[in-house]
């Protein structure tokens, strides 16, 4: 089992280019969930989705972001437009159905994005 | 709304022991986790306490207090690896569903 696999690791825009950052949950697992970690800070959510559907985007940012996670293919997130301050490490989660995240959840190694 | 509180950072001497604690605020409850991180690398799961009480494995031990919205997370026999960040966590529902993590605590082992 490979795990959570995320990439590129390390991505670096321009400011006002577009950022798409991948991540292939476990297998078997079809639930991803977003994170967004600042530096020296704790794991902001962003956004929960199942196969072909967004269960909970709270965590998302009004504009520019958005994601995706299709029903073949790994999970996108995109960012459009980036500006300094979307400089993060940005980690994905994944889950089984009947798991959830209530004990573990299994994370992947993230992709540092940074905007110059 | 919900948060969890706990230091910022602790420092501690290689063989020794230390407790992290966390003070949690939620609308539902269903359970505290612990997740290491070190630098430039992924949350890993640790510990999940659903009960009160206190969860062993191996070095780190986990204990939750339901009553006083209150854990924390012990580790033993401090090795220089341990140095990371501890994240407290919890989930919002019952089942699926985003955890929210605290700000992490800054574990430093002097030898």
């Known amino acids: 089992n490979a795990g959570v696999m995320q990439n590129p690791r390390h991505l670096v825009r321009r400011r006002g280019q577009e950022a798409r950052l991948r991540c292939s949950p476990m297998?078997?697992?079809?639930?991803v969930y977003w994170y967004r970690q600042l530096p020296e800070e704790g794991l902001k959510f962003m956004v929960y989705l199942q196969k072909e559907n967004i269960i909970d985007e709270s965590g998302m940012p009004k504009e520019r972001f958005s994601a995706e996670f299709p029903k073949e293919g790994p999970s996108i997130l995109r960012i459009q437009q980036v500006v300094r301050g979307d400089s993060a490490a940005y980690f994905c989660?994944?889950?089984?159905?009947?798991?959830?995240?209530?004990?573990?959840?299994?994370f992947g190694q993230g992709t540092r994005l940074t905007v110059v | 709304g919900q948060s969890l509180e706990q230091p910022s950072e602790v420092t501690a001497v290689e063989g020794a022991i230390v407790q992290i604690n966390c003070t949690y605020q939620t609308s539902g409850f269903y359970g505290l986790s612990w997740y290491q991180q070190h630098d430039g690398g992924a949350p890993t799961f640790l510990s999940y306490n659903g009960l009160d009480g206190l969860e062993e494995t191996g070095r780190f031990s986990s204990f939750l207090s339901r009553s006083d919205s209150y854990g924390y997370l012990l580790l033993q026999e401090l090795q220089m690896k341990d140095s990371a960040s501890y994240f407290c966590?919890?989930?919002?529902?019952?089942?699926?569903?985003?955890?929210?993590f605290g700000s992490g605590t800054r574990l430093s082992i002097r030898p």
């Open positions: 966590a919890v989930p919002l529902h019952s089942s699926a569903s985003k955890i929210i």
């Open positions: 989660a994944s889950s089984t159905p009947g798991q959830g995240l209530n004990t573990e959840a299994f």
């Open positions: 297998k078997g697992h079809s639930h």
